[in-house]
């Protein structure tokens, strides 16, 4: 098996260097901090950055744009923040929803535990005691993968009077040749514009 991970951290390190990265853009009632895009009311204040997710499960960023944003509550009242009240728009006026980690974890769990199921050298493994480690690695890798989704990914609900909840975003994957998009939460938006695009602009 071993012989077959190389070739596929090549191919994503490939990948990885081709994805595409977006940053934000100072606009009207929008500051940039840190890479990250920030409107500010009384009510909450709310940051977006497109950042890459690195985490198992690796393929994610093959199918998904990620953002990772964080809404601080500002009042002495509960803030309720659905799934709805965000949206991705990209350069054509394009919208796209929210996908849910649940929706993920249906996706890309069968390619994760069929792996070893469906590779054309499963003769190789003669021992099977081998060929058992290898599926209890793969389950395992799975297990970090499903953790990582549920611990990283931004969770809906109620935020407390002062508190604030962070995590990533997934949408699905913007066309590369989109120079430009905009990411909603509630009536504010932060317009984001690819890096390649910006350099140009700057020479």
Same mark, same amino acid.
Do not use: H
């Given at each position: 098996m071993k012989r077959? #991970? +190389?070739p596929l951290l090549l191919l994503v390190l490939i990948f990885s260097a081709c994805t595409i990265k977006y940053v934000p @853009? &100072?606009?009207?009632? @929008?500051?940039?901090? %840190?890479?990250f895009g920030v409107n !500010?009311?009384? @009510? /909450?204040?709310? *940051? *977006? *950055?497109?950042? /890459?997710?690195n985490k198992e499960p690796q393929e994610l960023t093959n199918y998904f744009t990620t953002f990772y944003v964080s809404i601080q509550n500002r009042t002495r009242d509960e803030l309720q923040v659905e799934i709805n009240? +965000?949206? =991705?728009? %990209? &350069?054509?006026g394009n919208q796209f929803d929210v996908v849910t980690y649940e929706y993920i974890e249906k996706l890309l *769990?069968? !390619?994760? #535990? %069929?792996? =070893? =199921?469906v590779n054309d050298n499963k003769e190789d493994l003669? %021992?099977?005691?081998?060929?058992? $480690?290898? &599926?209890? &690695? @793969?389950?395992?890798?799975w297990r970090t993968a499903q953790n990582n989704l549920i611990t990283y990914s931004f969770r809906f609900g109620k935020i407390l009077p002062g508190a604030k909840k962070s995590g990533y975003l997934f949408f699905p994957?913007?066309?590369?040749? $989109?120079a430009e998009c905009e990411l909603r939460y509630d009536d504010r938006s932060i317009k984001f514009i690819r890096l390649d695009e910006k350099k140009k602009q700057e020479k």
């Open positions: 077959f #991970i +190389f @853009v &100072q606009t009207d009632g @929008v500051t940039i901090t %840190d890479d !500010r009311t009384k @009510v /909450y204040t709310f *940051a *977006a *950055a497109n950042e /890459y997710w009240d +965000f949206g =991705l728009i %990209d &350069q054509n *769990a069968p !390619r994760q #535990i %069929d792996y =070893l =199921l003669i %021992d099977t005691e081998e060929f058992f $480690n290898e &599926q209890k &690695q @793969v389950m395992e890798e994957k913007l066309e590369s040749e $989109n």
